[in-house]
């Protein structure tokens, strides 16, 4: 059914089941996936965090946050390809959904005041993205 699936990658413990899920996807479907990693600059901290780090640490935490995508990938059987992206995360997981048939990001489950303040990416990539999204949230997660 989905020939590309893209999976948002953010290194948490909360994404791994989302990158489990999309790994399963991918090698059941016979689809190409590919991991997104954004590294963000959507506030003004994070742009002034930005600031201060040259290239060279951006990959390093990029590749970290990709390691258990590259690992799950491998031991399935399914080819990955990876994106590193400097910019706003939903804007960037939106952008690069529209290569592909169906996305896959994970959630921490956030409510109340944590959820007003920080919000949810998961939630806006659901509203904007031009293709099917899954959310998949952590049970583990409170």
Known sequence: M????LV????????RL???TAVQLA?????ALTAICVFDTGSYAAFLNYAKVDKSEIDAISNQALEYVRKASEEAGVELSVKRVVGKPVESIVAEAAN??????????????????????????????????????NPDQQ
Do not use: M, W
């Open 18 to 20: 989302a990158v489990d």
């Open 27 to 31: 090698k059941t479907q016979g689809a």
């Open 8 to 15: 948002a990658v953010d290194g948490s413990e909360a994404n």
């Open 2 to 5: 989905y020939k590309s699936i």
């Open 100 to 137: 592909h048939g169906l996305v896959v990001c994970g959630t921490h489950g956030r409510t109340g005041v944590s959820h007003a303040l920080i919000g949810s990416v998961a939630e806006r990539v659901v509203r904007f993205a031009p293709c099917p999204v899954l959310v998949v949230r």
